[in-house]
């Protein structure tokens, strides 16, 4: 099947996008219900609209937009990802499988086909943890892997809950309205930007992401004695920041130590109180993230943070507490999903690479409710999170192409 891309037009929409942000360009900022956000939806909701794809919000605002096949009741084919952006990030992340979803499914109607089943563009209600600090909270609810009750604690640094967020958004249903009903979805496949560089640098096209990492996160707090600088002699100090880079480089060291690069842990706060040039800093708050595609050796990590952090607490005489914020399994794709990349890839002629996807993503929750797999398509320098964040449109539409003649092979 010949399928024809249209990559101007799909790059003046992606521009499009980019320019409603709550920054100026090159700046891309869309915080989930801020005012960016909403006209960013109704933008994306318009061209929806124009493919003749039927479009609806759930309670939470995760935009569905379908096209319908000839067996209207059959589980339906999902793709899509998201739209909101980090303060200070690019215009590729999660967009790409959004707009260049809706390319896909452009392309397959040009080219006259109807499928059996319905393909569903899904866009996520927010894909970072800006809002609420957790990510990935729409494909949370809809998945649910998350009960109703908790979605509604969730409060962002404001102290805004999230129904409170939501209803003034215009999204008013109940929450456990949103959970998806079993076999909604026979399949999932996300496009996305790699946000590494394996494909860049192997110069290869297309990757298929086998398995999604999944991150363990928490808050580590790390209470000391504070003190005038000059006053406060060495011997008698319990300095909380001076812990807290003890705990840091035990971050750093446990995850090098498992020997395995799908290992990796972060530590991307560093909260110090008072904060003062002349004062011994008696509290921390620090943030920890450690992922891997083997859940196994991801918890030895934390089991061993958690004996340093008993050892530096001693030693130093600070006290240190743990608030485990989430613990989730890392996802498999499916293998027949993963055929279907490849068969596609094959018959445009594009070489593919297994590999894995360490960064969060929505499929990770979509593999809880349905068969998933992902398409990666290189970026410059594995850049991602920033403004000069960039892939081709050549890339673009190589991604795309693909996307479109797996979905047409899934949905018959």
Known sequence: ?????????????????????????????????????????????????????????????NIFARWVGQDAEAPAVGTGSHIDAIPNAGMYDGVVGVLGGLEAVRALQRSGVRPRRSIEL??????????????????????GTVSPETARQWKDAEGQSLDALRRAAGFTGEVKDAVLPQNYYGQFVELH???????????????????????ASAFITIEGAGGHAGGMLMPDRKDALAAA??????????????????????????????????????????????????????????HELAQVSEAISKKRGVKIHT???NADAPAASDGAILRAIEA????????????????????????????????????????????????????????VQVLAHTLASLAG
């Open 1 to 61: 099947m010949k399928l024809e891309i249209n990559t101007e037009q799909l790059m003046r929409e992606l521009h499009a996008l980019a320019a409603i942000s709550s920054e100026p360009a090159p700046v891309v900022t869309r915080v989930v219900y801020s005012e960016a956000d909403m006209r960013a939806r109704a933008y994306v909701k318009q061209l929806f609209a124009a493919a003749g794809l039927q479009v609806r919000d759930d309670a939470v605002g």
């Open 122 to 143: 899904l866009v996520f209600a927010a894909e970072e943890p800006t809002r609420f600090g957790l990510g990935c909270p729409g494909s949370r609810i809809l998945a």
């Open 193 to 215: 930007i790699e946000q590494g560089k394996f494909l860049e640098q192997e110069k290869i096209p297309i990757g298929a992401v086998t398995h999604i990492a999944a991150p």
């Open 245 to 302: 880079a003890k705990f840091i480089l035990a971050v750093e060291a446990a995850a090098k130590a498992t020997d395995s690069m799908d290992t990796v842990a972060t530590v991307g706060i560093c909260d110090v109180f008072p904060g003062a040039i002349n004062s011994v800093p008696s509290r921390v708050k620090l943030s920890l993230d450690v992922r891997d595609i083997d859940p196994a050796r991801r918890d030895g990590v934390l």
């Open 323 to 325: 608030e485990m914020l």
């Open 344 to 399: 596609a890839c094959q018959e445009n002629g594009l070489q593919c690479r297994r590999m894995v996807a360490r960064a969060y993503h929505d499929s990770l929750f979509m593999a809880r409710i349905a068969p998933m797999a992902m398409i990666f398509i290189p970026c410059r320098d594995g850049v991602s999170h920033r403004p000069d964040e960039f892939a081709s449109p050549e890339e673009i539409t190589r991604g």
